[in-house]
């Protein structure tokens, strides 16, 4: 009989055993190894019951288990230790403690960090006495750990990550998402391998969450108007990460009609205007709940505003309407909120972002919705596709994004380049690697993805570990992850409908001692699940080789609309139940943390071949390294930056040649064949006379020891804190109102103004001059560049000289900014002279231009306007620009 209402009975514990709430509320315990053991302790059988979920555990427990414990001493002992190590965690000064102590011994570090160098360029290291009070962090997904089910895949992950660093080294981070009643969808197979979807419902109250509530008890609630004047409400659930608060908005409340209360039902759900309101609930929403936490509890109101992907971007237009209440008009609202916004785009395709209708938008966020006092026409401008190529009746989330954000960045160092060029139209006249896009490569969460026996022996360093203890590790995590997939596998068989009788062949899939590689991610078709299929009877045969075989363990979702993804699913299930090699290769339904933290570790070689240059990061290879394992890739991501011959192997690609997708596949994976025949596998079955293989045994000393201390997601944060939020801090107190009316009104006059402004005549002249002209290293080239400033000052531009080695096409490839000076007032034309000296410091093809760039001590970079003059084709040709 199925119960008309369900709710939660929390259990009572005595109070010798009250910690236990606080240490079970904070999640600390899930990279916490100490406080796992701890509750696995109190009953180890509803502890893996539980999912290894210690809200879940305390709700089963039998009272008289309790009642035991209450007088357990040894038990009662260990519960002080791990309580008292929890508040030393949260109270305790940590990096970022100690960073802003010595930036206020050190001087107080007002300024802006203005540059007039290219948008990827970084200046120095900011001063620490400009670290913000508080980061307000918005994403979509936040994949904190499996009890927590509110993540899809790596943008969620990535987020959590970010998270638990940020708690780590101190940083004063509020973490802000929506709470998702189905969360992501749970993955089963049919009989005929066909992905099947299910949403179980998830209950706050049996979460690791707490409600938001006023000092009289009451929920807060967080209100949004709606077309046609109904409003949506809100309440904000709250976990603690450690230190960090992740305020969680839930639209399933009693107040709402039906379709407001399923706004949040589901993570990537339902239709175009589904999605919309989600994402005005999370970006405006969002803001209202920060602002309401740090009313209830005294945290400081944030400085910088940090939104991790497109979706939470309306962040800004809260903003914007808060300044505009207190008085401010839209452009000097807009440049102030800018100033203390950091946008993060995660994706390296334009199919992969956020669009909507010019009219969807318009309906939702006009005169008569949520955002009083701000022009529909002002909302559309900042998410309209306006640029060559874009399309002018979409509103792009990235866009806006863009256009709200003083800073910006990509993923990894070639995603940071692929994004440049990718939003380009945004700032025309920019060569891409001028445009402001920098990049923080991802990193992951070593406690939370680091197996506990790989944490244990790393105490005593790796470099000075015994071949044979490394060995004997890496067989230990290789033998775990065979019982999980065994596990794992025949409950799956039997979802599909196989009988007990037909499932004794799993007790023979997977080998611990046969080399093992893992796939698992989301199923997009840039990741190509199936290339390793492109030639079944050549994979076979690697599966089943007599002397050196290999296997492969592969999981991952498609998108519940992706047909095309879940066929690939299908293709590769179906070879995959083929009783010739369904114990050498297995595909693992139902891909998330829990799996991950077991698959990781247990995989020797951890294989990505996705279609370059699609993969902006790409961190489960990261986690993998953490535990030893060495990495198959294409040079994609963050792999095309760290990669070594140490750490693993680069798979050949065809990107950049004028071949069809097929013929590309094809020859990709004829390459990762190859390097599994004549160099992976011969490497991990090579045996000395020790029995042990020792080249392969180096690869993960080195791994573990060079490669796994770049990975880390602290080495991210502090990365985030030095060069964008202590950055965008400062520019946040130097744009108080008058000095962000002050830029606002600025920008006006340049805008107007630059239509007259250009570069009339640029003639120059080696010193010393040498015979017949010719340029020699040491000498230099003296520039007169004469400008039409069309009404401006010298104070309102910068002309540089830009030069450098020079490409076959006469393209600077890597150019240097020198900035040349003003020496007379303006001619009877009115250009004024500027002038300066280029020094010859390379040999070899070297070449120059001038450009003229706007100037203000409170932009973050130069091309921030998207304003530039340069010499004309016919100009740069007369006065011999280019010289060899």
Not at 737 to 762: M, N, Q
Request: glycine fraction near 12%.
């Amino acid at each position: 009989m199925k119960a008309i209402r369900r709710f939660s009975v929390r259990p009572v514990l005595p109070e010798p055993l009250r910690p236990l709430h606080r240490l079970a509320r904070n999640l600390r315990w899930s990279w916490h190894p100490e406080t796992r053991e701890l509750f696995e302790s109190v009953d180890p059988e509803g502890w893996q019951a539980s999912g290894g979920d210690p809200v879940r555990l305390l709700g089963s427990v039998p009272v008289s288990r309790l009642a035991d414990l209450a007088e357990d001493r040894p038990f009662l002992r260990r519960l002080t230790a791990a309580a008292d190590d929890l508040h030393d965690y949260l109270t305790g000064p940590r990096w970022y403690q100690g960073w802003a102590g010595a930036g206020d011994r050190a001087g107080s570090g007002t300024g802006t960090g203005t540059g007039t160098g290219t948008g990827t360029g970084t200046g120095s290291a900011p001063e620490p006495a400009g670290l913000p009070a508080a980061i307000a962090y918005f994403s979509p997904e936040f994949g904190i750990t499996a009890a927590l089910p509110q993540y899809s895949g790596g943008l969620g992950i990535l987020a959590g990550d970010h998270l638990k660093a940020a708690s780590d080294l101190g940083v004063p981070l509020i973490g802000v998402g929506l709470l998702y009643r189905h969360g992501y969808f749970r993955q089963s197979l049919s009989r005929e391998g066909w992905q099947q979807e299910q949403y179980p419902l998830l209950d706050p109250n049996e979460l690791p969450l707490t409600l938001l509530c006023e000092p009289d008890g009451r929920p807060v609630g967080i209100p949004l108007a709606l077309p046609g004047g109904g409003p949506l409400h809100a309440r904000v659930w709250q976990a603690q990460v450690g230190r960090v608060p992740l305020l969680l908005l839930d639209s399933d409340v009693e107040e709402n009609g039906h379709g407001e209360r399923d706004v949040t039902d589901r993570l990537y759900g339902g239709g175009s205007e589904h999605r919309l309101l989600q994402e005005m609930l999370l970006g405006i929403g969002g803001v209202r709940a920060v602002r309401a936490y740090c009313r209830l509890t005294g945290h400081p109101a944030p400085e910088v505003f940090h939104t991790n992907e497109g979706h939470a971007g309306f962040q800004g237009l809260e903003r914007i309407r808060e300044l505009i209440v207190d008085g401010a008009d839209f452009a000097t609202a807009h440049e102030a909120v800018r100033a203390g916004t950091v946008f993060t785009t995660h994706t390296p395709v334009p199919a992969g972002i956020d669009r909507f209708d010019r009219e969807l938008v318009a309906r939702h966020l006009g005169e008569d919705g949520e955002l009083p006092g701000i022009e529909v026409e002002q909302v559309l401008a900042l998410g309209m596709e306006t640029y060559a190529g874009g399309e002018p009746n979409l509103f792009n989330m990235a866009v806006m994004g863009l256009r709200l954000a003083q800073r910006a960045n990509g993923v990894s160092t070639l995603h940071g380049s692929v994004s440049r060029e990718m939003f380009a139209g945004l700032w025309p006249g920019f060569d891409p690697e001028d445009v402001p896009i920098t990049s923080v490569t991802n990193g992951v969460h070593a406690s939370t993805w680091t197996a506990p026996e790989v944490t244990r022996l790393g105490a005593r360093r790796f470099g000075h570990l015994p071949d044979g203890e490394l060995w004997e590790l890496r067989r230990a995590l290789r033998k775990q992850l065979v019982a999980e997939v065994r596990r794992r596998l025949y409950a799956s068989w039997r979802q599909r409908g196989a009988g007990t009788a037909e499932l004794g062949w799993i007790d023979g899939v997977l080998d611990p001692d046969v080399l093992t590689i893992g796939f698992a991610r989301r199923v997009p078709s840039y990741k190509r699940l199936t290339l390793m299929l492109r030639d079944p009877d050549r994979l076979m045969e690697l599966l089943l080789h007599p002397e050196r075989p290999v296997q492969i363990v592969v999981a991952g979702k498609a998108h519940p609309a992706d047909d095309g993804g879940k066929r690939l699913i299908q293709e590769l299930v179906r070879f995959a139940d083929d009783p010739r090699v369904r114990h050498r290769l297995v595909f693992l339904p139902d891909y998330g943390m829990a799996m991950a933290q077991k698959l990781y570790p247990g995989c020797d070689v951890w294989l990505n071949n996705p279609l370059r240059p699609l993969e902006a990061c790409g961190t489960s290879g990261m986690k993998a390294a953490l535990n030893g394992g060495l990495n198959l890739s294409v040079l994609d991501g963050w792999w095309d930056e760290w990669y070594e011959p140490d750490f693993g192997w680069a798979i050949p690609t065809a990107d950049g040649t004028a071949i069809d997708e097929t013929r590309r596949d094809d020859l990709e994976a004829a390459a990762l064949y190859e390097l599994l025949e004549t160099r992976v596998a011969p490497r991990f079955y090579d045996r000395g006379v020790d029995g042990l293989p020792g080249r392969w045994i180096d690869m993960v000393r080195r791994t573990l020891n060079t490669l796994a201390p770049k990975v880390l997601a602290g080495r991210m944060v502090r990365e985030y804190v030095e060069r964008l939020y202590a950055p965008a801090a400062r520019s946040h107190r130097a744009l108080d109102h008058a000095a962000a009316r002050e830029l606002a009104l600025w920008k006006e006059r340049v805008r107007d103004a630059w239509p007259g402004v250009a570069v009339d005549h640029v003639e120059a002249h080696l010193t010393p001059p040498a015979p017949g002209g010719a340029a020699e290293l040491g000498s230099a080239l003296s520039l007169r560049v004469r400008v039409r400033l069309g009404g401006l000052e010298p104070a309102d531009v910068e002309v540089q000289a830009v030069a450098g080695r020079v490409d076959d096409a006469d393209r600077i490839t890597d150019g240097t900014h020198v900035p040349l000076k003003p020496t007379a007032g303006p001619d009877e034309e009115g250009r004024r002279l500027y002038e300066g000296p280029l020094a010859l410091d390379r040999t070899g093809p070297f070449g120059y231009t001038v450009r003229v760039l706007p100037a203000h001590r409170l932009l973050a970079d130069a091309a921030e306007l998207g304003l530039i003059a340069h010499p004309s084709e016919t100009m740069a040709e007369e006065a011999g620009v280019l010289m060899r």
